[in-house]
């Protein structure tokens, strides 16, 4: 028998030759030496084992490469790498931009966005130059504070006469209505091999069908073309309305002209400490406690890890629930791998990592491009999709503000989002509901829910009429 204090130094030793033997290439172990701050080794390696495989094919960029890091000098060489077709890179799973994971390695371990990155004026192939090349010398980039995303105006509702605002809170009601509208048979919505949302390059023209085999290429009334990449896609029978987009202008236009004159109160957007939790659920019965994510990468996976408070991974092949019929639980099998989930700060993006498809309801993904709102799509293995953008959903929310308190309240709609593993539902199947499903999630963004909370503080409560008896 070995004593507590006899087995650490083993263990210690045994580490030390798998990561001797693991790092065979010679060039990953002298890049490796410089890397910052305590992220996972086996991460950081994998990283640069990526990027030296492309590099090594042009002679004398490691040499540059390594003389950068040595010298940490601006004047270094531009070091590059071809740019994929969405512009990230991944690394174990975990996607993100290539100038970012390099700047994190070497430079910054706590860099969390793109965001905080601005390049120097003698970098020739910034990553925001959109070149073919892209730059991760990480001593070309300099750090800056985080674009914070501008606040949201709410008006002082009660310098208005009460007899104006009851008037206002009718009209707005009547045009709520027709937003995120969930009743009915969702539509099928299916994402082809090409994906045209994350997996191919920006800008391009491409198209795929839903189940109606209509196209479309019509954007989102509430967005600006500056807000989001403008796709040829299909639009099925949701309309945002005229209305909305001129009270959207009329909005802007007000808060232009009366910004500087107190009527109005600026809600600022701040990062909560958790940017997401998950809830999972058989059928309708939720199984388990709810998981809250702190980590910027969350992979939910069939597997049987009893650390629920690891971080970065939720297994759902540990939660019991004596109420589990053999359809579950066939199901529950196939989960695998499942899916991850990716934050950079601004966006958060999905991949499907099971053999088996996932089928995701997101109303921010539908609406900003003109889908129903209550459409599911189906997203094959080894594929991604965009679930929401928060510069987006400062837009809508900025807009909805000028329709009135529950055209705000509805927007938390937007913040949810369902995920069901093997099995779909909608109109392609015999379930027309998530809870009709064996296993899915429930999705619940913090950020822009705790942005709601403060802008329905604000706002107050609803104007239209109720009383006890109503």
Not at 78 to 87: A, F, H, Q, V, Y
Not at 158 to 169: D, G, H, I, V
Not at 209 to 229: F, M, N, R
Request: hydrophobic share 30%; aromatic share 10%; net charge neutral.
């Amino acid at each position: 028998m070995f004593s507590d204090f006899d087995e650490k130094p083993s263990t210690s030793k045994l580490s030390s030759i798998q990561n001797f033997f693991t790092m065979s290439n010679p060039a990953v172990k002298k890049l490796l030496g410089w890397k910052q701050g305590d992220e996972d080794d086996r991460w950081a390696e994998k990283a640069i084992d990526s990027l030296v495989k492309k590099l090594k094919k042009r002679k004398g960029v490691i040499e540059d490469l390594e003389l950068a890091l040595s010298s940490q000098s601006e004047n270094s060489k531009c070091i590059t790498i071809p740019r994929s077709l969405d512009g990230r890179l991944q690394v174990n799973h975990r996607k993100g931009l290539p100038h970012v994971i390099y700047c994190r390695v070497w430079r910054w371990p706590d860099l969390q966005s793109h965001n905080e990155l601005k390049a120097l004026p003698n970098c020739l192939f910034a990553f925001s130059s959109k070149q073919q090349d892209i730059c991760i010398n990480p001593y070309h980039y300099m750090r800056v504070e985080s674009a914070v995303l501008p606040p949201v105006l709410v008006p002082r509702f009660s310098e208005f006469p009460p007899q104006q605002l009851l008037q206002m809170a009718q009209m707005n009601n009547h045009i709520n209505q027709q937003n995120y509208n969930m009743s009915g048979m969702p539509q099928n919505i299916c994402i082809p091999p090409n994906n045209p949302y994350l997996d191919s390059q920006p800008g391009s023209p491409t198209s795929f069908t839903s189940s109606s085999g209509i196209h479309s290429g019509q954007s989102s009334p509430y967005l600006t073309d500056s807000a989001s990449t403008q796709y040829d896609i299909e639009n099925i029978n949701y309309d945002m309305g005229t209305a909305s987009a001129a009270a959207y202008n009329h909005h802007n236009g007000h808060v232009h002209n009366n910004g500087g004159n107190g009527n109005y109160t600026s809600v600022s957007y701040s990062e909560p400490t958790y940017w997401l939790s998950v809830a999972y659920y058989e059928l309708n019965c939720r199984v388990g406690a709810v998981f809250n994510c702190n980590s910027p990468q969350l992979v939910v996976d069939g597997f049987t890890n009893p650390k629920t408070g690891a971080g970065d991974r939720f297994c759902l092949g540990q939660l019991s629930n004596v109420n589990r019929n053999s359809t579950i639980e066939n199901t529950r099998k196939h989960i695998g791998k499942g899916l991850g989930l990716y934050y950079d700060g601004e966006e958060v993006h999905l991949r499907c990592l099971s053999n088996r498809a996932i089928f995701v309801q997101s109303i921010m993904f539908n609406i900003t491009h003109n889908y129903s709102a209550n459409a599911v799509a189906k997203v094959h293995p080894e594929h991604s999709l965009k679930i929401f953008d928060l510069r987006d959903f400062r837009q809508i929310l900025e807009s909805s503000v000028s329709k009135g308190y529950k055209a705000v309240y509805d927007l938390t709609k937007l913040c949810t989002i369902r995920i069901s593993f093997v099995k779909g539902w909608g109109s392609d199947y015999h379930r027309a509901d998530a809870t009709s499903t064996p296993c899915w999630i429930e999705i619940h963004l913090h950020g822009p829910l705790q942005w709601l909370d403060k802008t329905l503080y604000q706002m107050g409560s609803p104007l239209d009429d109720i009383g006890s008896r109503s």
